[in-house]
Structure formats: C-alpha cells, structure tokens
C-alpha cells in the first residue's frame, strides 16, 4: 500500500510525539541529577536542557556529603534504602517465581488446583489499600514490620499472581511429548523437570522475573506503610528528600532516581537475548 | 525382542471412549501398523504401550508379563512422537545420547552406539546442529536415531514421517522398514497414511473409534475386508459402495455377471475392478463426469444416475468427458455387505 507524503509526515510527527512524551522526562531526570543547586529551580532564560555546570554533587549528597551550604546534611544517607529495595525486590522475586513457577506447572500438567487461578484472580482484584491495614496489624504481630524480610516476605505474596500467570501460559505452550519423551528415554518426573522443563524454560523464566522485579522495585504503597525508619526503600525514601530550608531537593531526587533506574536496565540488558525470545515464545510455532 | 498384547483394554477420557475393549497380539520382530482416521485411538493405543496413560479396564503385556503398572522407564520402549519431540535446547548429539546417558551407560558405549546410529541413519554430518538449524529430513532422523541408539525391545512410532515431503516419505519408509528388519524388533508404527500402512506392515489393525474392526496382513484386509468400513479404508481411490439394486437387476447400472449372495444391501466395486466399455445401446448408461489422467493409469469419475463412481483403468484410455459409458464387473471381484455393513459371502 502506498501512502500519501502528507499521511506519512503526520505518521513521523505522532511517533516524535509520543517518544518525546516517553523521553523528554527522562532525559530531564538524567539532566537533573547532575545539575548543581543553583539551578534547580531556575526560571525563564537560566532554564536549560543540559546543566550550566555540570557536578556529582547531588550524588555525593544522598550518600552523606553536604557539597553545599544551601542544604543541610542529610541525617541519613540513601546507602541503606538502596540496600533495602534491592534486598526486598530481590526476595520477594525469588519467592513469587519459586512460588509461581510450581504452581503454574502442577496446573499445567497435572490439574493441580484446578481453581487457583480464580482464587489469584480476586486476590488481584482486592484494593490493596483494604487489605493493607490487617496486613500491618500481621506483620507487627509477627515481628516483620520495618525489615527487608517482611517487606520481600508480601512482595512475593503480591506478585505471586503475575508469576503464576505468566509461566502458567508458557507451560501450557510447551509441547508436552517433549517432556513425555524424556520420560520414556529413562527419566523420572522430577529428572525431566530438571533436565528438560527448566532448561527449556530459561527464556520465559527470565522474562517474567524481569517483569516481577519490576513490580517489586517500583512499589511504594506497600514500603511506606510496612516500614518506618530502619528499612525504608529507595522510593519512600525518595519521598523524604526535602528540607525545610530549600523545599523540594531535585537534584538530589533525580540523582537517586537514576540509581533507581540501573537495576532494572541493567537486568534488562543482561537477559535481552532471552527478553525477546521468551516475550513471543507463545506466538511463534516452533 | 518383544511380543505385545492387548487383551480387553479400554481406556476412557471423561464421556469419551478412546479405546474401546481391544485385544491383540503383535509378535516379535513384527512390524504392525495400526490404521485409522483421525481419533480412532490409535496414538492413545501407543500411549498405554509406553506407559504414558494407564488402562482403565484390561491388561497390557509385554512377552507376557502384565506392565500396566510399570512405569515408562522401566519399559524399555523407544518412541518416536508425532510432532518427533526432540529436546530444542539440546544438540543433535545430546539428542541422541540421552537415552543413554539417562541410563546411566558407560562412555566407550554411548560413544559407539552414537557412532553406529549416526551411520545409520546419515546425520553424522548435523550431529552438532541445534533441532531448530535442521531440515525436517533431519529432525525426524534424529529422533529415530534417538529411538534406536538404545536398543529397546520394541520400536512405536506415531506417524513420523507425516511432515515430510511426499518424495521424502517415500524414501524414508522403505529406510524404516531396513532398519527394522536389521534391527531384528518388534515396530509398532501408527498412521492415517493407507498406501503407507499397506507398503510398510507385516500385519495392520483397522480402528474405528477406538475398537478394532480387522486385523490381518494388508493384502488379506484389502481382499477380504470385514465390512464396507474397513473396505473404504484401504484403496485409492476408494472403494465404490452402490446400493445392490444399481448393481443387479432390471435397473442396474452396473452389469454384475453373477448372483449377488442373499440378504446383499450393498455391493463394493474397486475402481480398478470396473470395466468401462463403450454404449452398445443396451441397458442403463453411465455418463463420464471427468478424466484424471495420471500417466500409468487414469482415474474416470462417472455419474451414474446422480452417484459418483470412480473408476481406475491402466494407461490412456480413449474416453472423453459428458460421452455414455457401460460398466460391468465380475462376480468374483465384487464385495457383498449386509444391511449392517458386515461382509457376505458369496454362495
């Protein structure tokens, strides 16, 4: 089909569009992060896209270095909430996946708690504002308010759903006489999911951990109310720079913003290989 | 070296009976083909051989002993599945090995049996490729090779070679009838392939869903079938089945020279069992609906009175489209059913 200059220019203009809308916040939270505090706030002709001069200060300050006169030093640092999220998010995806995978291949094979994925379905469909409150009141109960532990302990809870859906159709999809011949040739149940299932699985195993990191890397609701001072995340923590004197610290936030950001890319760039493959496994006839 | 049997299995899914009360016997070194359309049981008769699905009613046994408690391992059967399930994160070796690897054999020995089924079966040269580099020839050589680098005491195979190309098929069944007969085992080979079936078995089951209708060697089914379903099964073109007044009779279409049996409903004419002549100016004619030329022989579709005949005549023959035809048959070629399909013997 051919398409006329005028629709394809329009074409062009909607897709700039959109990606401007997707970037340009981004590029202002990278710009930001390393502008000094001078300008942070400016206005009118000392507003600019990239920073005047360009300092670490901002990253100096979340870790503890007051590398100006304006602010105060923080009384604590982003080290521990960055160790906080990152211990958290990393648990709490262990646990869903381990969690997940499980039951989403004993439904796939074998009918095994043929109504799960209902009972999944209302757990996701409850305000988790509604469940939060008796959810506090357990974890105090249970000592786990304010740690990592807790916080992994109901990441994995969350997120369990979105593992089980997710490598639940990934089982379904994988031809089962792959497995059934693996039994034949000498293997037993637990053997063929070693030797065949998982290794076959590497790709969709990936892509769904990627996408429960995420969820548990970016939440804020469930870290804000589960934990007070010892074991905050990076976003509640986020939510606390400012200072009395200055308002809101920018830089700052961006400069931990953009810590924020690597995990999740990083981890991203690291399974890409796997991402597009395991994203489309279902979609392609092998 | 295995004889298997079935005697009264059945096996049920839900409503669905998908084997129904069937009992046979394959003897060792046989190769036996089960036939049928598609779900008339016969990949579920496989599965309950390997093990993969358990009898609900009856009892399975190889060389006599009852295996319906045994689990697929411990069988000792190798299979080559329908879609060839060859393991894609493996290569073509680790394909082949695992068999023996899973078994726990010694590395000289797997490395000479790789060796020998390699050779076997011309892969040598792929053996390091991934399932998903190879050609379909390929990946079903592969996976038989997995199925023989073990030496199981029997062979099952679910329509294997039916992604292949037409050409490909054809080489590659008289191949496996080779290896089978070198191999010296027992091959239990499911397809919904006639020409395949009748090219390759020793002896062939005729299914109908689920419950065996014939068993026998081909020849014998194809000139004795049981009924006007297992008659239709086997041929091509098929069988022509024509209630028995078109055949005999002041009315017949169809000269039949010869006394259907009593109590004939219908009568079954191979379309290489009739004979197309020119109208003579007597009796009921045919009319030539369309001409299949196919080189060696050619197949004449002809209206007879609304009915389609298809009949096969070896070369060329001079015979044009919409002209008038007389057919007629000989007594001893025509098959006789009863009114509920049952072959009739003729007086």
């Known amino acids: 089909m051919r398409r006329s200059p ?18 340009v916040p981004i590029l202002w939270m990278v710009s930001m992060a390393f502008k000094p505090i001078a ?8 507003l600019t896209w990239f920073p005047k001069e360009p300092t670490l200060d901002n990253f100096r300050y979340i870790f503890g270095e007051s590398g100006s006169n304006l602010i105060v030093a923080l009384d604590r640092t982003a080290a521990k909430p960055i160790l906080s999220s990152l211990l958290s998010a990393s648990l709490g995806t262990l646990i869903a996946m381990a969690a997940g995978t499980s039951a989403a291949y004993g439904l796939s094979r074998f009918g095994a708690g043929g109504n799960l994925p209902l009972a999944l379905i209302q757990l996701r469909l409850f305000p988790p504002m509604a469940v939060m409150i008796p959810v506090m009141m357990m974890w105090s109960f ?6 990592w532990w807790g916080l992994a302990l109901i990441y994995g809870i969350v997120t369990l759903p979105f593992a089980f859906w997710l490598m639940k159709t990934f089982f379904d999809d994988m031809p089962r006489e792959i497995e059934e011949a693996a039994l034949v040739e000498g293997c037993s149940r637990g053997r063929v999911f070693w030797r065949i299932t998982l290794p076959m699985m590497r790709a969709p195993l990936a892509s769904a951990a990627l996408f429960v990191f995420i969820l548990n890397w970016s939440d804020y609701l469930i870290a804000l109310l589960l934990t007070t001072r ?8 986020m939510a606390s720079l400012s200072s009395s004197m200055t308002g809101q610290l920018y830089g700052a936030k961006a400069a931990l913003g953009l810590i924020a950001a690597v995990p999740p890319v990083f981890l991203g760039i690291m399974i890409q290989r796997h991402l597009v493959r395991g994203l489309t496994f279902g979609a392609l006839k092998q | 070296m295995a004889e298997i049997s079935f005697h009264n299995v059945t096996k049920r899914y839900g409503q669905t009976v998908a084997v129904d009360n069937a009992s046979f016997t394959v003897a060792d070194n046989e190769f036996f083909c089960l036939f049928g359309p598609p779900l008339s049981g016969k990949t579920t008769m496989l599965r ?11 009892e399975i046994l190889i060389d006599g002993r009852r295996v319906n408690e045994v689990s697929p391992a411990r069988r000792n059967i190798a299979m080559v599945f329908q879609n060839l399930a060859l393991f894609p994160h493996m290569t073509a070796e680790q394909n082949v090995r695992f068999p023996l690897v899973e078994r726990g054999e010694a590395e000289a020995v797997i490395g000479a049996r790789l060796k020998d089924a390699a050779a076997k079966l011309h892969i040598g040269h792929v053996l390091h490729k991934m399932p998903a580099q190879l050609s379909g020839g390929e990946r079903q050589r592969v996976a038989i090779a997995r199925a023989l680098v073990r030496d199981p005491v029997a062979f099952l195979m679910d329509d294997p070679i039916s992604a292949l190309d037409a050409r490909l098929r054809e080489e590659t069944r008289v191949e496996l009838k080779r290896i089978q007969r070198e191999a010296g085992r027992t091959l239990i080979y499911v397809t919904h392939d006639q020409e395949e079936a009748m090219s390759v078995a020793d002896r062939m089951a005729i299914l109908e869903r689920g419950a065996i209708r014939q068993i026998g060697r081909p020849v014998d089914i194809y000139d004795h079938p049981a009924s006007a379903y297992v008659a239709q099964l086997l041929g091509a073109p098929a069988m022509n089945i024509l209630p028995v007044a078109m055949v005999q009779g002041g009315g017949g279409v169809i000269r039949l020279e010869g006394l259907a049996p009593a109590g004939t409903a219908e009568i079954g004419i191979r379309p290489e069992d009739i004979r197309v002549g020119a109208h003579d100016g007597h009796g009921a004619v045919a009319k030539v609906w369309e001409v299949e030329p196919l080189g060696g022989t050619t197949v004449v579709t002809l209206d007879v009175g609304g009915r389609m005949l298809r009949a096969l005549m070896r070369g060329q023959p001079d015979i044009r489209v ?5 057919l007629s048959v000989d007594l001893g070629r025509a098959h006789f059913f009863g009114a509920g399909g049952q072959a009739l013997r003729r007086a």
């Open chain 1, 6 to 23: 005028a629709f394809e220019a329009f074409r062009y203009a909607a897709i700039l569009l959109a990606c401007a809308i997707t970037l």
């Open chain 2, 322 to 326: 919409a002209t008038a035809v007389t």
């Open chain 1, 230 to 237: 010892e074991w905050v995340t990076i976003p509640v923590y």
């Open chain 2, 48 to 58: 309950l051989i390997l093990g993969l699905e358990r009898p609900d009613e009856g």
């Open chain 1, 39 to 46: 300008e942070w706030q400016a206005t009118g002709a000392d």
């Open chain 1, 142 to 147: 249970l000592n786990l308010m304010d740690t």
